[in-house]
Every structure is written in C-alpha cells, then in structure tokens.
C-alpha cells in the first residue's frame, strides 16, 4: 500500500538514446550494442576511470532510457534477493515529469537545441505521464547564449529554465562535470546569467558540497531568479571511499557531514533557493550496493539518508523542499519504488500538508507547471 495517495510530480528525470542521438558513447553502443558484456569491457578501457567511478555501471548508461523505460521502473516491484519483504508494487502515481538536461553530445553551434527538439516529441502519454516541463543547457560565457537560449524557447512553451553543471572536486579521483572550479562566481558565466535572470526562467544548480557556497552567492547577487539545488549538493565519498583521498576514514565522512550542514543552512537563507532531495543514491556518494549487484530497500536507504533529509528540512522548511527520483542515474543502487517508498517514509512524519508540498506543489510552483 503506497504511502502517498495522490498523483505526484517526478522533477528530475533524464532520457538518452545513444542509437539515435548526439551520445559520448554513439559510436560504441552501434558497434557493440548486442554484445553488452564485450561493450561493458571496452567502455571502462576507454572511459575515464573518474566517470566510470561515477556512472558505477556502465549497462543502464550505455542502453537507451526513454518514456517506457520509465513507466517500466516506475510499475516495477523490483525483487531482488533477500529483500523481497521490502520491495512491493510501488502503486505511486506520477502525473508529470520535468526533464533535465543530460550531457546532449552536441555542443556545437547552437547544437544543445537538439536536446530540447528531441525531448518535447518523445511519447509520454503514451504511458500515462505528462512531459510537464523541460530544463536545457546552456554555455553562459557564449558569445551566442542569447541566441541560443532564444531558440530553446522557440522550440516548446514546455521549457521553464536551465542547467549548467559546475560540479568540480578537489579530488582528480572525482569525475569533474566542469573544467572550473569555481563556475557560478565566474566573470564570464555572470555575464551571461545576467541575461538569463531577464527571462524570468528558474535555474537548476548542480555542485558538489564543497562548492554550496558559490551557490549561496549567486542566489544572493540575483534574488530574484528562482533556482534550486540539485541533489542536495551531493556530499562526494558521505557514505565510504570515493575518488583517491574522498571518505576514506569515519572522520573525514564526519567532517563532510558537519561542512555540508554548516554550508547548506547559509544557502537556506536566500529565500529564492529551493533544494531537491534527488540523487542521493548515486555512487558518487560512496554508495557501493552496485558492486554486488544489490539494490538498497527502502529501509536502507531511512537509515542511511534520513540526517540529510532531517537537516534539509529544517532549514530549508518543507515549503522549499522537492522531491525528484535523477532516475536512471540512482538506478544502480536502488529501484524506483524502494526510492519514492524511502522518501515517503522520510517526509510522512511531517503530515499530510508536507507530504503534498514536497511530492507535489513544490515542484508545481517553481517550475511554473499547470
């Protein structure tokens, strides 16, 4: 029996076809795609081994995810081994979901615009869910930003913000999305986000937590642009090793817990910031139920996420919290059900008024969604 009651708003979720779009991996997934075991073998020779680290397996990244494949983890009761007393049909209805970007290969030119092309047409009904939104890309220190973030909008009425990914650590160990360590304080990118703050449009900002307060600055420096944090700034090596040095011993998981607690109430103040509880099973995080091909029950994931739920919270109060699954980039270490039953466990100690906000009417209103 499901905990929540209502249709909800999944905020956070990506599609891919490496068959048939701009991939990193096109190339490979055309000619190996029916050996995956061979496929699996080259990628991780070829891939970076930081971003193999980060993807935990290469399977579900390598095959296409489009709208079935959700509705399928999304109906899934995904048993697996001994926790089948944990994992029951999920019976979780979502209503609408929001896609953000994922890496479009085609960076070229006013290529990123493809992604948001390609998205607005992909069969959602079909499956009983709505497309309620799109977030694109963006190079904001572009000469062509305007542009291009001018013909994003002409593609769709659907698209209600942007991304760009600034998640750099001090680790090399760490897969870096970007080349700067500090992006969002950058001349080049403020220039351009003074553009984008005319818009209207909201920001998704994702960082690692060492990097939360240059998300504190850009909130303060544009109050009025509405972003959130993506992943509750996603603490590297939280929960075991990560990368060369990252959560190697309890002490140093300790002190990225306190630093992360510290730096995430300071970015609470900025009243125009939201946060979304999304990504936290990722293997970035130094989860490792992957490597054994297990998938963390819901009662896993309570023990293991709810310090970080019970402090997002808190501060940020359940009126700027939002739920979101990142699926499939959670996908290998949890199922889609275990992860909305974990989350509704979390919250439902709240009450009923909170359980819709952060499954529901938060999202609705950030993302400007009918």
Wanted: hydrophobic residues 40%; proline residues 6%; aromatic residues 10%.
């Amino acid at each position: 029996m499901s905990l929540i009651n209502f249709p909800i708003v999944d905020p956070h979720i990506h599609q891919w076809d490496p068959y048939h779009t701009p991939h990193r991996a096109a190339l490979l997934v055309r000619l190996l795609g029916k050996d995956p075991q061979l496929m699996d073998q080259v990628a991780r020779k070829a891939m970076a081994k930081p971003l193999v680290n980060s993807l935990g397996l290469t399977d579900y990244a390598l095959a296409p995810y489009l709208p079935a494949d959700y509705a399928a983890d999304l109906d899934n009761a995904g048993l697996a081994g001994d926790q089948l007393s944990d994992q029951q049909q999920s019976g979780y209805q979502v209503e609408q979901v929001v896609h953000i970007e994922a890496s479009w290969h085609d960076h070229k030119g006013t290529g990123v615009v493809g992604e948001t092309r390609w998205v607005k047409q992909l069969p959602f009904e079909q499956h009983g869910i709505r497309l309620g939104g799109i977030v694109a890309t963006a190079e904001f220190s572009d000469h062509r930003f305007k542009k291009i973030l001018e013909l994003h909008q002409a593609q769709t009425p659907l698209l209600c913000g942007l991304r760009r990914m600034a998640s750099h650590h001090p680790d090399w160990g760490v897969h870096q999305w970007s080349d700067e360590a500090h992006l969002y304080t950058s001349r080049k990118f403020l220039t351009g986000f003074e553009q984008f703050a005319k818009t209207g449009l909201s920001f998704d900002a994702w960082v690692y937590s060492s990097q939360i307060p240059d998300v504190t600055q850009l909130g303060r420096r544009f109050p009025e642009t509405p972003i959130v944090l993506d992943h509750l700034a996603t603490p590297v090596g939280l929960f075991g090793p990560v990368g060369n040095h990252t959560g190697v011993t309890h002490a140093a998981r300790q002190d990225i817990f306190a630093r992360w607690q510290d730096d995430i109430a300071q970015l609470a103040e900025q009243p125009n910031v939201y946060a979304k509880i999304s990504g936290l099973m990722m293997p970035v995080l130094g989860h490792a139920f992957y490597k054994n091909r297990e998938l963390a029950s819901a009662s896993q994931m309570v023990d293991l996420l709810s310090p970080l739920i019970e402090h997002a919270i808190a501060v940020f109060g359940v009126e700027r919290i939002i739920y979101a699954s990142n699926f499939p980039m959670d996908k290998v270490n949890t199922s889609l059900s275990n992860l909305m039953e974990a989350y509704a466990r979390m919250i439902q100690p709240y009450g009923d008024a909170a359980m819709h906000a952060i499954f529901r009417d938060n999202a609705k209103r950030f993302y400007r969604l009918d």
